[in-house]
């Protein structure tokens, strides 16, 4: 949902509650500025975050210990966030 800033400031309350269950998108002088989201989703999106490494910057021994590594009985909640991932 799109609504520009003298909308969203007009409406905040219900377009607020509206965010928990999907984006709302501001918008300034007709161009996206802001989106709005729930602390759940935000949180969700942080856990995401990735710190991109190559290869060569690993030792031998990381390489070596993330060939060995098992994840721990208990985590398959974990798989749910690969459901929507692409490269």
């Excluded at 409406?11 to 602390?39: H, K, M």
């Excluded at 995401?48 to 490494?53: G, H, P, S």
Aim: net charge negative; aromatic share 6%; glycine share 2%.
């Amino acid at each position: 949902m799109k609504v520009s800033s003298a909308e969203f400031i007009k409406n905040y309350s219900t377009l607020a509650d509206r965010a928990l269950s999907e984006p709302i998108t501001i918008t300034r002088n007709g161009c996206d500025r802001l989106v709005v989201i729930s602390a759940e989703e935000y949180s969700r999106l942080k856990r995401r975050d990735r710190r991109v490494v190559e290869l060569a910057d690993f030792t031998e021994e990381e390489i070596a210990a993330i060939a060995k590594a098992e994840v721990p009985p208990g985590h398959e909640s974990l798989d749910e966030e690969l459901n929507d991932w692409r490269p």
